[in-house]
């Protein structure tokens, strides 16, 4: 009988808190003469919770104890306890991963999440997940094009390019629902995010102007706006999305939007496809513009209408909404190669920075890569002394015996000071290799040691790596970013 996982994800967006809870099947792919080649072939969302306005405390507070009170009720519906849950993301999303007690609200939902559940934020990594989720990756690989992906929510449009089921790059544009919020009953502005105001000056510094083909004013609190007066800011935020598609000439309107700390290069695609509270709000808006209490419902109206998209392919996926939690609960989780080699370890690891080796420094004889690691430990070094990482290779296809073990005294080496601080060796390879440069570090170094393969890692991403799974033969990974961004 094939192995089987439950994942959650549990996304906590600008807009709304979600949750869903699915069944990774495995299956080892390898012939019985071979090594195993143990992969997820099949995800089955089993659950999927109400959607829940996200509780605010204030703009910039998160309710930490109502969101942990959304999800304790949710687990109880699903009929699953939170001990059955092996893997899975919580995502903290858009504008929300901006609030002050961010990483409070992820402390707040760690007793609920299961063993392996990590806390994730950022946009690359939400925008791949939504992009999964919706199926965009799927429909690029099966139709051999590039499709742009765009998950639009209450505070970030998040991007990704796919060419022929390939990722291309992604990025994220400060371009959502609720950049502007509203009272029911008098219609009313409450809240004029940050970025309006940012996004305004930026372009009139670059001497374009927010809206040139109209009289504007940037919208405060206490308005009573029409969609007429918000049309200014909506045709903006619009040709923004156009101009990140290759769509419109020229980037300034892009530019004025995005997201910082955030790159993106436009590019000309034939598909296009969205995802997020704002794409219900494309083919199927409330009649009530204020229905949301935001501007999402006019977003919305306002990228059906452009004659941009109307001209460029669309791809529907078959999530909308739900399409970050679907991926962050059934894509969020892979599985390491093979040829693992693990001694003395205790599972699960999280959050675990990597420091990656360049190409040259990787092909150095073992005393000068030894160097290269030691110089590079200092990154993760403050005030405390070392911090527990990940060492990244890349690693050869077909090393002979002599360089694997020029390899490993070049590690052991290198990764002295780490273990002097009583952390311990954790090596990443892309190549399939890590059981070979196990076996070969193992007699270097004493205690707990784990060699890993078939993980693309760089710089600046952290790892999660969960309990042995199939027997022993793979670890389920988690690469993500964190990115806790101040306004």
């Known amino acids: 009988m094939a192995e089987t996982l439950l994942s959650v994800g549990i996304d906590i967006g600008t807009s709304t808190t979600q949750l869903v809870i699915s069944r990774l099947t495995l299956e080892n792919r390898a012939n019985p003469f071979s090594v195993p080649r143990v992969a997820i072939n099949r995800r089955e969302v ?14 910039v507070v998160i309710d930490a ?26 995502i903290i999303t858009g504008e929300t991963a901006r609030k002050e007690n961010a990483r409070e609200v992820l402390s707040a939902l760690s007793a609920f999440a299961g063993d392996f559940v990590v806390a994730t934020a950022g946009p690359d990594l939400e925008s791949i997940l939504a992009a999964r989720g919706a199926g965009a990756d799927e429909y690029s690989k099966e139709h051999h094009t590039d499709i742009l992906h765009f998950d639009i929510g209450g505070g970030t449009a998040n991007l990704s390019l796919w060419s022929h089921g390939e990722l291309v790059q992604t990025g994220c544009l400060d371009v959502g629902g609720r950049l502007l919020k509203l009272e029911r009953d008098s219609g009313k502005i409450t809240y004029v ?3 309006i105001t940012r996004a305004a000056g930026h372009l009139e510094h670059a001497g374009r102007g927010l809206a040139p083909a109209a009289p504007y004013r940037i919208p405060a609190v206490g308005d009573s706006p029409t969609p007429e007066s918000l049309a200014p800011v909506l045709r903006t935020m619009v040709e923004a999305l156009e101009q990140a598609a290759g769509l419109r000439p020229g980037r300034e309107k892009m530019d004025a939007f995005l997201t910082q700390g955030t790159r993106w290069e436009p ?32 977003l919305g ?12 392919g669309r791809f529907r996926g078959a999530e909308t909404i739900r399409a970050t939690v679907v991926g962050a609960g059934s894509h969020a ?10 001694r003395d370890m205790t599972f699960p690891l999280k959050n675990l920075p990597i420091l990656k080796l360049t ?31 990940v060492l990244a290779l890349r690693g050869e296809d077909n090393p002979t015996y002599s360089r694997i ?8 080496d290198g990764l002295a000071p780490l273990r002097e601080a009583g952390f311990v060796p954790i090596v990443a390879v892309e190549a399939d290799q890590a059981k070979v440069l196990g076996q070969a570090l193992a007699p270097l170094m004493d205690g707990p040691l784990l060699c890993l393969d078939g993980v693309g890692v760089d710089s600046g991403d952290y790892l999660d790596i969960g309990a042995p799974v199939a027997n022993g033969a793979v670890l389920p990974v988690v690469i993500k970013t964190l990115a806790f961004q101040k306004s």
Do not use: M
Request: include cysteine; glycine fraction near 10%; aromatic fraction near 8%.
């Open 267 to 298: 590019r000309a695609v034939p598909v296009v496809s969205f995802s997020g509270g704002v794409a219900d709000c494309i083919d199927n808006p409330p009649a009530d513009w204020r229905a949301y209490g935001d501007i999402g419902v006019l």
């Open 193 to 195: 995010s940050p970025v």
């Open 333 to 342: 989780t892979d599985l390491s190669g093979s040829t693992i080699f693990y």
């Open 46 to 59: 089993l659950y999927r919770s109400a959607i829940h306005f996200t509780p605010l405390l204030s703009d």
């Open 65 to 90: 104890q109502g969101v942990k009170a959304i999800v304790e009720e949710e687990y109880r519906k699903s009929g699953f306890a939170k001990g059955e849950i092996a893997t899975g993301a919580v």
């Open 405 to 412: 073990q020029a390899l490993a005294r070049g590690v052991a």
């Open 359 to 389: 190409a040259a420094e990787e092909k150095g004889d073992a005393a000068a890569l030894a160097q290269s690691i030691r110089d590079k430990l200092g990154w993760f070094a403050d005030e405390g002394g070392l911090s527990q990482l």
């Open 301 to 312: 109206r306002a990228i059906a209408a452009s004659p941009a998209f109307q001209q460029a």
